[in-house]
Structures are given as C-alpha cells and as structure tokens.
C-alpha cells in the first residue's frame, strides 16, 4: 500500500537546538497532519495543514505544506526533554464528503539530550 | 477527561484465544477507527465506522471483527489469535470523516504466543 517516507528515522539533538523533519510521499495528498506520540500513549495532533504552501506555528512547532503537495516539514525550534518522542506525518488525499483515507509515515524518533 | 478510552492496557493470549478489544469516546464524533502500529510500518487501518450503524474494512481487516455498538462504542475483536497479530491496537475518533485530525486512545498492547 502507499507509505509516506519519514527522514531522518531518528535522530539525537542537543537541548536548545532547532530541529528538523520532512516527509514525502510520491502521490500528492490535500491535507497534512503531524502528530506526536510519548511512550505508552496514543500519537496527538500538532498541527494540520490544509493548502499548498501554508505554514502553521503552534508554539515551537512550525510545519509546511509543500508547494508540489506530495511533501511536508515540520520544524522545532529551541528543543526541550519534553519533545522527545515520534513525530508522524500523515496525508489524507479528500477533505469532504464520506471516508477519507489517511496514509501515516514510518515516524522520526527524536531523542534531546539535556 | 474527555477522549478516547482503550480497555485494556496490556493483554497476552495464546494461539487461537479470541478476545475483544473496547474503545470508549464522549467527545460526541461520529467516526470510529481501529489501527494497529508495528514497527517500522507506521500505523495501518484495520477498520473504520463513518457514523453509528455502518462499518467498513481498512487496509488490514483480515482476522478482525468489529462492532460499532452505539455511538460512543467500537470494539474490535479477534476470533482466532494468531502471533501475526502481536502489536499495539490504537482506536481513533473524528468528528466527520473530513478535515480533523483524529483523538487516539492510549493504546493496547497485544502479544500473542
């Protein structure tokens, strides 16, 4: 079935600094959502993106919706422990009118040393 | 809190013991969804409820039954454990089945020997 390629699939980073992730897919997909998932405990949503080229902030978090639409960025600035977890993407290709599929990355593990 | 409620936690069975899985929301969404998340493999539909009283296969269905039982409930249930289906079970919920992000459940974590 259609994956989404996460890169890096993990990744160790000092407390402080900027951090970096995209996602890309070979299909283009109209709406993408970026999760989060702790230890032990289900992904929450961080940002959704609804149009080609829109850029979101949410706090630290800042994530692209990629002009060609088969691509997405999340960024985090200042990193702190608590953003160590997997960070997903996901891509859902309607926004209307009965079930949209929705295809999920393979997730970037990021991991802050303090 | 408000969210989405996985019973149980943790679970182990034996090959060919069947079990149901329990999910709870009371955010009044409509939409239900059962995922399985193995690693490397992201997380993988196994089947979904548009709204109370229909539901449908996902990408991954075969072994699972499911059963939307009203419109905060969808169980999902394995009739024939196999140790394929050694992973953690996520159940979701939406408003619509449109724009909106999901809420996940906490997971349960399933081993099957």
């Known amino acids: 079935g259609q994956q989404l390629n996460q890169s890096p699939q993990s990744m160790f980073i000092q407390e402080g600094e900027d951090v970096s992730m995209n996602c890309t897919s070979s299909?283009?997909?109209?709406?993408w959502l970026w999760y989060k998932q702790e230890p032990g405990e289900g992904p929450v949503l961080l940002i959704a993106?609804?149009?080609?080229?829109e850029l979101t902030s949410n706090g630290r978090l800042t994530a692209q919706f990629g002009i060609t639409r088969k691509d997405s960025f999340l960024n985090i600035s200042a990193s702190i422990p608590s953003d160590v977890g997997i960070y997903f993407c996901a891509g859902q290709l309607g926004n209307s009118g009965g079930y949209q599929k929705v295809t999920f990355g393979t997730g970037t593990k990021l991991q802050v040393i303090p | 809190n408000a969210g989405v409620t996985q019973t149980p936690k943790f679970q182990v069975l034996k090959t060919g013991q069947s079990m149901t899985l329990q999910c709870a929301q009371d955010?009044?969404?409509?939409?239900m969804y059962w995922y399985r998340q193995d690693p490397g493999m992201g997380l993988r539909l196994i089947y979904y409820?548009?709204?109370?009283?229909?539901?449908d296969k996902g990408e991954v269905p075969n072994g699972y039954n499911v059963s939307r039982l009203n419109k905060r409930e969808f169980s999902l249930r394995l009739e024939s454990a196999a140790p394929s289906q050694t992973s953690v079970y996520f159940c979701?919920?939406?408003f619509g089945t449109g724009v909106y992000g999901y809420t996940f459940g906490s997971g349960t974590r399933l081993t099957v020997v």
């Open positions: 409820s548009a709204s109370e009283g229909t539901t």
């Open positions: 955010m009044n969404h409509n939409s």
């Open positions: 299909s283009i997909f109209n709406t």
């Open positions: 979701a919920s939406r």
């Open positions: 993106l609804y149009k080609a080229g």
